[in-house]
């Protein structure tokens, strides 16, 4: 299949790129906002809570804008997050093996995992809310029986809290002490940003998003380039599992659920369509901080958590809305 056959049309790509700056406007107003509306907003402490929370929440939306670019869905990022910050944990404390083969056997175990989801979705013909959905509660499962459903704590490991805790740059500028987490997300962000723009699977991603079935009737094994995906999603939720735990010095078991609709309402605000074929991660990682900027600002307002749940999905519902208008005004 060609290039041509296989990019986002034009018109896509304008709304996308509208959708990116109408986002990173907000993300400008948001911040304006809290920081009239409280001076303790602005402080360095707040700004690098702010980036941590962001790294975590990223790095899970990087995982599913891919997935959500074909069309599909993955319900399952939250648990899978909690299921392979777990698995480091038994690597690494219960086991007592070396920090690189943690590191190596979270993402791994969360490449398989998506591997799992991408085969009942590709193979079995489960839809993506279902398959992934009973992924969800099976990785939930999994994660109170492998722990015992008891912490794992990281004091016996050393090095570990640095790989979201610690600043390399910070080391040599200390006067700018931004965490690892937040190197990493970039760095995955990156990866990915060239991953889906510049090689055949990022082709293939939007063009599957677009039409699958004419992409099929082209000669390209959809079915493998859609696995392909939910694993390299999979994979990429194994990063996050090791940035929280990291950050909390713990593998925490019962910890997960609720994350993929941040991570999703991250992605659609970031401009990446529902209905498949158009998104970016840059997007991705603007929407990311939105959430993270939106959630912290009304902490410091003292907003009651309950009350912080409600924006928060009313955000996501304003997210979808807003998503649907853009398809409808593609269509004309």
Known sequence: MSDAATAPKPASRGLGAQQKIWAFASLIVLLVFFSIASPNFLQTTNILAVLQATAVNGVLAIAVTMIIITGGIDLSIGTLMTFTAVTAGMILTNWGLPLPLGVLG??????????????????????????????????????????????IYFNDTPGYT?????????DIFPAVPVPNGVLILFLVALVMAW???????????????????????????????????YALGGGICGIAGLLISSRLNSAQPALGLGYELDAI??????????AGGRGSILGTVIGALIMAVLLNGLRILSVAQEWQTVVTGIIIIAAVYLDMLRRDKSAV
């Not at 309402?265 to 369509?273: D, E, H, L, N, R």
């Open 162 to 170: 640095e790989i979201a805790q610690g600043s390399l740059i910070g």
């Open 195 to 229: 991953v889906l723009n510049r090689t055949v699977l990022g082709r293939y991603c939007f063009a599957m998003g677009s039409n699958e079935e004419a992409v099929r009737l082209s000669g390209v094994n959809t079915t493998r380039w859609k696995t392909a995906i």
């Open 265 to 274: 309402a991250a992605v659609v605000i970031g401009g990446t369509s529902l």
């Open 106 to 151: 979270a993402i791994g175990m969360g490449a398989f995992c998506g591997l799992i989801s991408g085969t009942l979705v590709t193979r079995m013909r489960i839809p993506p809310f279902i398959a992934t959905l009973g992924m969800m509660l099976i990785l939930k499962g999994l994660s109170l029986v492998v722990s015992g459903t008891r912490p």
